[in-house]
C-alpha cells in the first residue's frame, strides 16, 4: 500500500480541484443512463461527496444514496443521503441491492482491483448500471521537451507501480467489465491540455508533492522535482494531462 501525506487543508483542496474538473464527465456519463427517481445508489469512494449529493437530488424522496469511504469526514448527511465509513476490499456489501453503483478514482489505487469489481457488481440489482470512473497517466507530458519532467514522471509511474497501483487503469476499463461479465458497455475519454495552474496541472503538482519521498526513492533528483512542480505552477507551461476514462455498464 502506497502511504502519502497531506495536511487536511490540502487535502480539502485536492478534493475540491478533482470535483471541479472531474464532476461535468462522471454526471455526463449518470445522465446517459438516465439516474431515474426512486433510484437506490451506491457511490463508493465517495470524496467530499459531489458526485453523492448529485444523486441524492435526483432520485429524490422515494430513492437513497449511500456513501462510502475510508476516511468520511468530508461527508455529509441528508435526507435520502447515508455516509457509511467501508472499506470496499473486505467490509460486505448486500446482494442485488442497487440500481446504480459509481465509483471514480479508487479500483487504480487496489493491488485486488478485480475482486473488489465483480463484489461491485453483485450488489447491482440485474438490468442495475455500473459507472467506473479511473486516470490513465501513463499519456502525462509536457508540450514541449522536458527531460526533467520525464526524469519525475517516470520516477512517480515506478513509485506506483511498485506500491500496486494501475496507472493507466482507466484505459483498461473496458476490458475489466468485459470480464466481469457486464453488458452495454461504453466508455469516454477526455484529455486536455492545460496550463500551468490550471486544474490539471495543480492536481498532478499536489500528487507529486504527496508523494515527493517516493518519487526520491525511485530515483529522481530533488531538483527535478522542485522544477516540475515549478512548471506546473507556470502559466506559460502546457501540460497534456491524465485521460480521464468513464465506462457504463449494465448487469444483465
Known sequence: MLHASAAPDDEAARLALIQGYQDPLTVEALRSLPVAVGWRCLDVGAGAGSIARWLAAEVGSTGSVLATDLDVSA???????????????????????????????????????????????????????????DIDFTVVRPAEPDPAFDKVHTAFDAAVRDAGWQPDLGARLLAMVDAAGLADARATCHQHVQHGGEAAPTILAMTYQRLRPRLLAFGAAEADVDHVLTRLADPAFRLHGPALWTVTARRS
Open 75 to 133: 461527508l455529509q448527511t441528508g435526507p435520502n443521503l447515508t455516509v457509511r465509513r467501508h472499506d470496499v476490499r473486505t467490509d460486505p456489501l448486500p446482494p442485488a441491492e442497487f440500481d446504480l453503483v459509481h465509483t471514480r478514482l479508487v479500483l487504480q489505487h487496489l493491488p485486488d482491483r478485480a475482486e473488489v469489481l465483480d463484489r461491485l457488481v453483485t450488489s447491482v440489482r440485474p438490468n442495475g448500471h455500473i459507472v467506473l470512473g
